[in-house]
Nanobody, 125 residues
Framework: QVQLVESGGGLVQAGDSLRLSCAASGGTFSRYAMGWFRQAPGREREFVATISGSGLSTRYADSVKGRFTISRDNAKNTVYVQMNSLNPEDAAVYYC??????????????????WGQGTQVTVSE
């Protein structure tokens, strides 16, 4: 059983930066891939970024590429997403997820076994 707790959300202005954290407990953190997803009101949950267990492989949604950076600290059992140049379209509840069956990253939400409770990111004009 893996528990995930996100933190770092909040209200920012367009153009600002924010870093989200997700602390994991249970299992061997370095053996599973992690992902960030988001869901805005009235929209489907969408992929944001993913990172392999080692941290050597990352992938991003086209909408955030060049602005967001996913990273992980396996010694701290924590995954991060640094979000720069935020715009109102980035506003959503952000969720971290663990893909425990493999260390390989995935963009598909169905591949993830455990999810955090989410943290709200609001971006004002």
């Amino acid at each position: 059983q893996v528990q995930l707790v996100e933190s770092g959300g909040g209200l920012v202005q367009a153009g600002d930066s924010l870093r989200l954290s997700c602390a994991a407990s249970g299992g061997t953190f370095s053996r599973y891939a992690m992902g960030w997803f988001r869901q805005a009101p009235g929209r489907e949950r969408e992929f944001v970024a993913t990172i392999s267990g080692s941290g050597l492989s990352t992938r991003y949604a086209d909408s955030v590429k060049g602005r967001f950076t996913i990273s992980r600290d396996n010694a701290k059992n924590t995954v991060y997403v640094q979000m720069n140049s935020l715009n109102p379209e980035d506003a959503a509840v952000y969720y971290c997820a663990a893909r425990t069956r493999t260390y390989a990253s995935s963009t598909a939400s169905s591949e993830y076994d455990y999810w955090g409770q989410g943290t709200q990111v609001t971006v004002s004009e």
